[in-house]
């Protein structure tokens, strides 16, 4: 296939840009002036929604947990890491009320969940997530991954995607156990496992955000990559520069709006207004800009490693060989332009008018 006849888009239910973008109905603007649509991988049937794990879709954009989309990369994926986000989300380790582990020191000897594997790398993220989220809370205590016992939980292993989606009652690995007494503590992240932490009366013993060392909370969702197929971004680069343009778009847009950010994420993590204040705090919406930046790259590379250590990856990443710079700094120049020009034109125009689509000839073979 020489050309692009639709553009698809996935996420996971979690605070980024482009899934803003979305939600402003900014990607659809500037795809369809291309005369393309878009396609969500989340509105679709199984035999297309397995590529939010794969990657084997062209026209696809991805802005989701790293562990798929390293297990993508190191199986063949022809994928281009294009950006990268961190949001700090509520990763916290829960334990029962009254168990007498109030802190990261206090996990010795504590059994502990860990999701079962999955059929592939790539789904079994959930696992990856409780490995290193448990990790990151004992080397604060000094400990280390033997100092606990883990005790293998199911888990549903892709709640997010396909069209079932939001119908599915998505319960975080573990917390049935720790209600049932089976396990000691358990790694959960995001508003949905606040919900129900509260549900069960569990509380946190270690909150992995409150540490000053981001390295300890380094995970799935931190650093969050944007990647796109490499053919896109080879045949059609406008394209790829218009996806980043809307999404930091409507990064700046998020920083005036925090109510309607919040209203939004309420959606797509199908929780409550408590439970999206209690995983998203302080100034969260103030970061949601993607970059490229050196330390952005040395924690993805944490996490790589870690990944390939503990049998999530085929083979290892080449990160310098998978990043492409290009089009999130010609996407900050088109933002920079459209912003100088609406000023030209007089005070006073809003923010979100900035940025129109593009209008390019011959963006699509």
């Excluded at 840009?17 to 509105?43: M, Y």
């Excluded at 594997?117 to 993220?125: G, Q």
């Excluded at 540490?211 to 944007?226: C, F, K, L, M």
């Excluded at 197929?229 to 005036?256: C, K, N, S, Y």
Aim: glycine residues 10%.
């Amino acid at each position: 296939m020489s050309s692009i006849d639709k553009i698809w888009y996935t996420r996971c239910p979690v605070p980024t840009a482009s899934g803003l973008a979305h939600r402003q109905g900014w990607l659809a603007e500037e795809f369809r002036v291309a005369g393309l649509d878009v396609g969500i991988l989340q509105d679709v049937g199984p035999e297309l929604a397995e590529h939010h794990f794969d990657h084997r879709l062209l026209g696809l954009f991805r802005e989701g947990g790293n562990v798929p989309a390293l297990a993508a990369r190191s199986a063949g994926a022809p994928t281009r890491l294009i950006g990268l986000t961190w949001i700090e989300e509520w990763q916290s380790i829960l334990v029962r009320a009254g168990s007498g582990i109030s802190g990261a020191a206090d996990l010795a000897g504590a059994r502990v969940a860990l999701p079962a594997w999955a059929e592939t790398r790539a789904t079994s993220f959930p696992r990856a997530m409780a490995l290193h989220g448990i990790k990151g809370a004992l080397s604060q205590g000094g400990l280390t991954l033997d100092d606990v016992t883990f005790v293998e939980v199911t888990a549903q292993f892709s709640p997010s995607v396909g069209r079932d989606a939001a119908a599915r009652t998505f319960s975080w690995p573990g917390i049935a156990e720790l209600a049932r007494g089976e396990v000691d503590a358990v790694y959960a992240k995001g508003a949905r496992a606040a919900e129900q932490a509260k549900e069960i009366g569990a509380v946190v013993a270690v909150d992995l955000d409150a540490y000053p060392d981001r390295r300890t909370r380094v995970n799935n969702g931190t650093p969050r990559p944007i990647t796109v197929h490499e053919r896109l971004l080879d045949e059609h680069p406008d394209l790829v520069i218009g996806f980043l343009t809307q999404t930091l778009r409507a990064a700046d847009w998020a920083r005036d709006n925090l109510d309607r950010v919040r209203e939004i994420l309420a959606g797509e993590t199908r929780s409550g207004a408590d439970a999206v204040a209690t995983a998203y705090r302080g100034d969260f919406h103030h970061s949601l800009h993607p970059d490229l930046s050196p330390e952005r790259l040395d924690l993805l590379r944490i996490q790589k490693d870690f990944l390939l250590v503990h049998g999530f990856l085929d083979a290892d990443v080449d990160l310098g060989a998978w990043v492409a710079p290009g089009p999130l700094a010609s996407a900050r120049e088109r933002l920079d332009a459209s912003a100088a020009q609406s000023g030209q034109r007089g005070l006073g125009q809003s923010d979100s008018s900035a940025a129109a689509p593009v209008r390019t000839a011959g963006a699509v073979a």
